[in-house]
């Protein structure tokens, strides 16, 4: 197979010490199983690079980037001291702009973030049926809310008026939805393999595989609301086999604390999709353990881009503690994602995963060094 490349971003906080870890797992898989695989390694987009170069990243980086199949980021953020005026030298609307910059420049359309209460995950609900929790959010990466549209009239005035516009367009209404019906289809298929079978009922009564459950605030936002329940039922008629259900956000929010086990695939929009998955990663064991995926599916030219749910916690970076079973977990989906192209890749995604679960569920949640799971993953893996 054609060697696949690979761009490391670290970035900042914890995100270099968990994607330590992540590399040397990617080595010991490419020496076991001799994988056309590489990587270069980017000392940005860093809150170091900034106060080198007074920017998070060179002019140039998209264009750089763009000649890898994917971008494995640690974590972006680190606000820096406060100036003598109680401001932070790098606020969150500078460090974190690269990030948004990768979704919109590559199109990254998709946001996949799996919660799956896997054993030996910290079980913050009590309700045993907890063991259960398997969903997909999936949240629209490219539009709604995150359009930064709008402005400030009059600003600092009493009078000030800030207005922040939401868009949504069908065209990528469409491509989400039938996107989150695919993903609920091949769940199923490969639940279906490994025996945990799950039973969804259709409006009509049928039972099913797999569901998609649409979020929306419909009953407030009518415009966007109704246009994504139209293109939803549209979709589902081509899904047949896949059970449709609908939430309100503010419902769903209530729901997946309730009884997150009821759900499968989800699929929301860009600021809900990113509420609904902080709480969705405390639901499968915290940020610890939750992965995330920048995808885009459509053009073959445009790497997509995996990097946890969690931020850089600059609280605890530097201390060689941060869990980096996230990236690990994280890093696994980027095999598979790019076992598209190389099917080797796709096995060793699959390796990478079976390991960094058979860890956490014989290690549960205690107190490790990074190091030291990254250790016992590595050394799984050689087994
Ligand atoms: C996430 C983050 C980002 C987002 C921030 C850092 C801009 O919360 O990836 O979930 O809102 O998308
Ligand atoms: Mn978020």
């Known amino acids: 197979a054609q060697t696949t490349r690979i761009a490391v971003t670290p970035g900042d906080g914890i995100g270099p010490e968990v994607v330590a870890e992540a590399v040397r797992c990617l080595e010991t898989l490419r020496a076991k199983h001799n994988l056309a695989l590489e990587w270069t390694r980017f000392p940005w987009p860093s809150h170091a690079w900034h106060e080198e170069y007074g920017e998070s990243w060179p002019a140039d980086a998209l264009a750089q980037l763009k000649a890898y199949d994917a971008i494995l980021l640690g974590a972006l953020g680190d606000p820096g001291p406060m100036d003598d005026t109680n401001r932070y030298l790098l606020p969150d609307s500078i460090s974190l702009a690269p990030l948004l910059d990768m979704r919109k420049g590559f199109d990254q359309w998709v946001c996949e973030r799996p919660a799956r209460l896997l054993p030996g995950a910290r079980q913050y609900?009590?309700?045993?049926?907890?063991?259960?929790?398997?969903?997909?959010v999936i949240r629209e990466n490219s539009e709604g809310e995150y359009v930064s549209q709008g402005g400030r009239l009059r600003q600092g005035k009493p009078d000030e008026v800030a207005t922040q516009m939401e868009v949504f367009t069908r065209r990528a209404t469409e491509r989400i939805i039938r996107y989150g019906f695919e993903q609920a289809r091949k769940r199923a298929g490969e639940r279906?393999?490994?025996?945990?079978?799950?039973?969804?009922?259709?409006?009509?009564?049928?039972?099913?595989?797999?569901?998609?459950?649409?979020?929306?605030?419909?009953?407030?936002?009518?415009?966007?609301?109704?246009?994504?329940?139209?293109?939803?039922?549209?979709?589902?008629?081509?899904?047949?086999?896949v059970a449709t259900h609908h939430e309100l956000v503010d419902a769903a929010c209530m729901k997946f604390v309730q009884c997150p086990w009821a759900f499968d695939v989800v699929v929301a929009s860009n600021l809900q999709g990113d509420i609904l998955t902080d709480l969705a990663a405390v639901l499968s064991g915290g940020m610890g353990v939750a992965p995330s995926c920048n995808l885009n599916p459509t053009d073959p030219n445009m790497p997509s881009m995996f990097e946890p749910t969690h931020g850089s916690a600059p609280d605890i970076a530097g201390q060689g503690i941060a869990d980096p079973t996230a990236m690990l977990f994280t890093t696994a989906r980027m095999l598979d994602w790019l076992g598209r192209k190389d099917p080797k890749l796709a096995q060793a995604g699959k390796e990478l995963f079976d390991a960094v679960a058979a860890d956490l569920a014989e290690q549960g949640?205690?107190?490790?060094?990074?190091?030291?799971?990254?250790?016992?993953?590595?050394?799984?893996?050689q087994a």
Not at 125 to 136: E, Q, Y
Not at 225 to 230: C, H, I, N
Request: glycine share 6%; proline share 1%.
């Open 125 to 136: 609900l009590k309700d045993d049926r907890a063991k259960d929790i398997d969903m997909l």
């Open 192 to 241: 279906v393999q490994e025996g945990r079978t799950r039973a969804f009922r259709t409006l009509d009564g049928r039972s099913c595989e797999s569901q998609v459950c649409l979020v929306t605030k419909r009953n407030a936002l009518r415009y966007w609301g109704d246009m994504y329940t139209e293109v939803f039922e549209e979709v589902s008629h081509d899904f047949p086999d």
């Open 365 to 381: 949640n205690q107190q490790r060094a990074t190091s030291q799971i990254g250790d016992a993953i590595c050394k799984r893996l």
